[in-house]
């Protein structure tokens, strides 16, 4: 039997299930509705499709390096719960040696390419995985980072995956630099490697902030000046990874620490988890209360 729109429509109406898995359970099951619901149930993905709607806030940042290449990657779930399941750990595994091996440019077309490019597409591989663990799941965000082989990677996880940061060394191999670099940028959180980074709008409007403090503190305008170039020097401090002083050895400045490996950090990605995303209100508690309820 023909598939068309109307039966598609009906039975993510009774499922809801996406229209392209309802169009393919019509298409595998000569377009007998009853048929088609049941091969929506057994793939688990009518079951995961009710999830969708759920806030999934928690999860992990996780990084895959295979050689050159490296991929920085989010995953969110409903609670921090699933990301110490042995399932959730090897999608995390899988969907990263994936993003090192395929190299798509966007999550949208991660999801549409076939897991490792064959079989399922990494869309009903995470649906499956929803399922299977019970909770939604879905992969936010991700990067994609190339080396030479006269580079580094620095690779840092925080809190078991809470804070995920990726480096790159140029012109050294000192990989223990490179993480430790990456490690400063998870406990720091700088927005800028350098400060030529900044743009000079910002820095403007810093400049004429510090300004107007200084002349409300009734400094004498000719020292003013002076005083806003230094307090700018302090701002650079806070928000340019280069100027700050590294984590492990204060008595020296990022950059100085890196110089010592005769490398350049020319970038970094942090990715925390959950971060800009609404968080869901309930507490254990109460959630705990809701399902004895029902």
């Not at 649906?127 to 006269?150: C, H, P, Q, W, Y």
């Not at 998870?186 to 709008?201: H, K, L, Q």
């Not at 050895?249 to 950090?265: M, R, T």
């Not at 109460?286 to 309820?293: C, H």
Request: with cysteine; charged share 35%.
């Amino acid at each position: 039997m023909a598939v068309n729109a109307k039966m598609v429509k009906e039975l993510r109406e009774k499922t809801g299930a996406g229209m392209m898995d309802c169009k393919k359970a019509l298409t595998e099951n000569d377009g007998d509705m009853e048929k088609a619901m049941e091969w929506l149930r057994e793939k688990g993905i009518s079951k995961a499709q009710k999830k969708a709607d759920r806030i999934a806030a928690e999860g992990s940042a996780h990084i895959v390096v295979e050689g050159n290449t490296a991929a920085l990657f989010e995953v969110n779930c409903e609670t921090d719960f699933v990301t110490k399941n042995d399932q959730f750990k090897t999608l995390l595994q899988e969907l990263g040696q994936h993003l090192v091996n395929q190299k798509p440019a966007t999550v949208e077309e991660a999801l549409e390419q076939k897991l490792h490019g064959e079989g399922n597409t990494i869309n009903e591989y995470i649906t499956d995985m929803v399922a299977k663990i019970g909770e939604k799941i879905s992969l936010r965000r991700f990067v994609i980072k190339e080396k030479t082989d006269n580079d580094a990677f620095g690779a840092y996880m925080h809190m078991g995956g809470n804070i995920g940061v990726l480096t790159v060394l140029e012109g050294s191999t000192d990989e223990a630099v490179a993480k430790d670099v990456a490690m400063h940028v998870a406990a720091v959180n700088p927005r800028y490697v350098s400060r030529d980074e900044i743009p000079e709008s910002e820095v403007d409007s810093e400049r004429e902030v510090l300004k107007t403090q200084a002349l409300n503190e009734g400094k004498p305008e000719k020292i003013v000046e002076k005083m806003v170039e230094g307090r700018l020097n302090k701002f650079f401090e806070e928000i340019c990874l280069l100027e700050q002083s590294f984590v492990k050895d204060p008595d020296q400045k990022v950059k100085q620490y890196v110089a010592s490996s005769k490398g350049e950090i020319k970038g970094f990605v942090r990715f925390e988890v959950g971060e800009g995303m609404q968080k869901r209100e309930e507490n254990f508690a109460d959630e705990v209360m809701s399902q004895v309820k029902k």
